[in-house]
């Protein structure tokens, strides 16, 4: 199994909004492709404007081969839905060994 970990800066006003949107749009889509497991957000205690979004895959060639065309698509519905404040702060991958 393969981890796609997201940060984002969203102000905790925002974020009932921006989980909404990620849930309908987001989650939705990913659901759709062959590997996807699951998909959960944390929030860190000692920074609440901070979320983790660990998006579970079977492997890497699945998380990988997700169609551009599909994540553009989906990425401009997203910003369609929630156009407020949120900062992309990155994307790690994490490989579950145990």
């Known amino acids: 199994m ?4 997201l940060g984002y ?6 974020q009932g909004a921006f989980l909404e949107a990620d849930q309908a749009i ?3 889509a990913l659901a759709t492709q062959p590997g996807y ?6 929030r860190p205690a000692d920074d609440p404007d901070r979320l983790e979004l660990i998006i579970r895959w079977d492997n890497r060639a699945a998380w990988k081969a997700v169609p551009a065309r599909l994540l553009a698509e989906t990425e401009a519905r997203f910003r369609a839905a929630f156009p407020g404040e949120a900062a992309f702060l990155g994307c790690t991958e994490l490989e579950v060994t145990a």
Do not use: C, N
């Open 26 to 28: 987001w989650t939705a």
């Open 9 to 14: 800066m969203v102000p905790r006003v925002m």
């Open 37 to 42: 497991l699951g998909k959960e957000v944390w």
């Open 2 to 5: 393969v981890i796609e970990r």
